[in-house]
């Protein structure tokens, strides 16, 4: 725990807490981090308390960091092989040194990005009573609004918000979604997806591999659409906005408004990412580590509180729908020289040791051969 004052110290040592009754309370009220905002909270809750070590982990970056993550120009990748080329070169850098990188002129239009981060900000905005109606814990429905996916399995809650719509291989009807929001998810949604088809296009060439080869495994299949909201904290030094982990997909397409708190770990320092209009950052995820046999990168990033807010980002992560589905190493990409450093394992498998080993630390090392 970060102890700034006496009280907390005290706190600290008070073995009357009830921590369980806390999460409940505050998991019943329906109205997230957004309705502690609402009623005026001034301190943060004891349960959003977050381990000295999460916060201070690595270096923090500086404000003029000699790192900053690759931003890729995808101007003309459609007409000119020699520029597509030279994108794929600068892809399959940022792939195997960073596992994180920004692309501008993608395709989607600025107007189109503006109205989903405004999408989100409605959502989360309203009435805390038409919130309530979307705010639930049960993994089959397609549209669920919640604060903290693992509320009551990790040792600290985040200070954040979440709309979930599982937007692919069976996306919900359109009157299951918000309405505040309904138009802007499902054309964003249409056109993520189709630029996440021509990424997966990339970056299959990047490893040298017939253009359609990761699209044809059933990568881009899968699609969740996660609406993140992080209100303005007023102790952003007890608690974050997620802890460091990796994402648990072959890619992960975020789009994140200009306030900043995005970080990723390069060289055991955390390093910004700092907001660009119109770009959007992407990730490699631990299963297209897995896929490449670590010639990409699923590396560890954490989002930061702030007194400033709210912040909002929208995650578009891409796997597999079918759990039963086993993955290995690509076998194009094995030799002698480079032989599997993985075992093969179920999407099943996979996820269930991930959400058992609590977030922080990768899940992949459990399958290396």
């Known amino acids: 725990m970060v102890v700034t004052s006496t009280d907390e110290l005290e706190a600290g040592a008070d073995s009357s807490y009830d921590r369980i009754s806390e999460l409940?309370?505050?998991?019943?009220s329906k109205a997230g981090v957004q309705g502690l905002v609402e009623n005026g909270v001034t301190k943060v809750p004891r349960m959003f308390y977050c381990e000295h070590s999460n916060l201070s982990d690595g270096s923090t970056s500086e404000p003029n960091s000699k790192f900053s993550i690759p931003t890729i120009d995808l101007t003309g990748i459609h007409d000119d092989p020699i520029l597509r080329d030279d994108v794929v070169g600068k892809l399959r850098y940022a792939c195997e040194k960073w596992g994180f990188f920004q692309v501008i002129n993608h395709g989607i239009t600025s107007d189109v990005l503006d109205e989903m981060v405004k999408g989100t900000g409605r959502f989360h905005q309203q009435d805390a009573k038409v919130r309530k109606e979307y705010y639930n814990r049960d993994p089959s429905r397609k549209v669920v609004y919640v604060s903290n996916y693992s509320l009551y399995h990790e040792p600290a809650a985040y200070w954040r918000d979440t709309l979930g719509c599982?937007?692919?291989?069976?996306?919900?009807?359109a009157e299951e979604l918000p309405a505040v929001c309904r138009d802007i998810v499902v054309e964003?949604?249409?056109?993520v997806k189709?630029?996440?088809?021509?990424?997966?296009?990339?970056l299959s060439e990047a490893l040298g591999l017939n253009r359609f080869h990761l699209e044809e495994m059933g990568c881009?299949?899968?699609?969740?659409?996660?609406c993140h909201y992080y209100p303005a904290c007023p102790e952003p030094e007890l608690t974050m906005g997620n802890s460091k982990h990796t994402d648990n997909d072959f890619i992960t397409i975020l789009l994140q408004d200009q306030i900043g708190g995005l970080q990723v770990l390069h060289d055991n320092q955390w390093v910004d990412?700092?907001?660009i209009h119109g770009a959007l950052v992407i990730n490699?995820?631990?299963l297209l580590q897995l896929l490449t046999n670590d010639k990409f990168i699923s590396v560890q990033h954490r989002v930061l509180t702030k007194q400033i807010g709210p912040r909002i980002s929208v995650a578009s992560l891409f796997r597999t729908d079918d759990e039963s589905l086993v993955y290995g190493p690509i076998k194009e990409l094995l030799s002698e020289e480079s032989p599997?450093?993985?075992?093969?394992?179920?999407?099943?498998?996979?996820?269930t040791y991930y959400y058992a080993k609590g977030i922080g630390t990768s899940a992949l090392s459990h399958f290396r051969l």
């Open 284 to 286: 490699i995820g631990d």
């Open 340 to 351: 599997p450093l993985y075992r093969d394992v179920s999407l099943k498998e996979y996820l």
């Open 273 to 275: 990412v700092t907001p």
């Open 24 to 28: 409940k309370a505050f998991d019943d």
């Open 220 to 226: 881009a299949e899968g699609f969740l659409l996660l």
């Open 188 to 191: 964003y949604s249409k056109r």
């Open 166 to 173: 599982v937007m692919a291989p069976h996306p919900p009807e």
């Open 194 to 202: 189709a630029f996440a088809s021509m990424l997966f296009e990339l």
